[in-house]
């Protein structure tokens, strides 16, 4: 039953802002979750949201940083569950990052839904990742026309 989440999102911003936006832990936590984010190999930190006993889940994912090429690519294990340190998910993000001739095109792969409980979970994320990643496009457009009240 193991399923994925695939998605490709184009941006007309050059592939360094894109960068920003999953890298630096104030941009991150603008358009994703609070975090203590660093972009270093080996680091362990977490996004934090509300819990949602629907999906037995505490409101924290427990993340480490699995690889990084510079302005390419972004991996981190995305793991969760009920609380007390239980895991009942253990997945990986896996971010891309395209130069085009307009600007950037981001890959997400989120692998890792092989349990029939998490099936919720992935149908939430499967919509909830559309939602973030049209929120960096509302995000960079407000920079880029100077509008603070997006």
């Given amino acids: ?36 984010f660093k972009p270093v190999i080996g680091h362990e930190f977490r996004f934090r949201t509300g819990p949602i006993a629907s999906l037995n889940f505490d409101g924290i994912f427990y993340c480490k940083v699995l690889d990084i090429i510079p302005l390419k690519l972004l991996s981190y294990s995305w793991n969760c569950g009920p609380g007390n340190e239980e895991i009942n998910l253990e997945s990986v993000v896996n971010w891309h990052l395209e130069p085009t001739e307009n600007g950037t095109t981001l890959h997400l792969e989120h692998t890792g839904f092989a349990k029939k409980e998490n099936l919720d979970m992935y149908n939430g994320l499967l919509l909830g990742w559309v939602e973030k990643l049209q929120k960096i496009s509302d995000l960079l457009n407000a920079e880029k026309y100077g509008n603070t009240h997006s």
């Fill in 1 to 36: 039953m193991t399923k994925l989440i695939k998605h490709q999102f184009s941006f007309p911003h050059p592939v360094e802002t894109v960068w920003e936006y999953l890298t630096d832990s104030d941009l991150l936590a603008a358009w994703l979750m609070k975090n203590d």
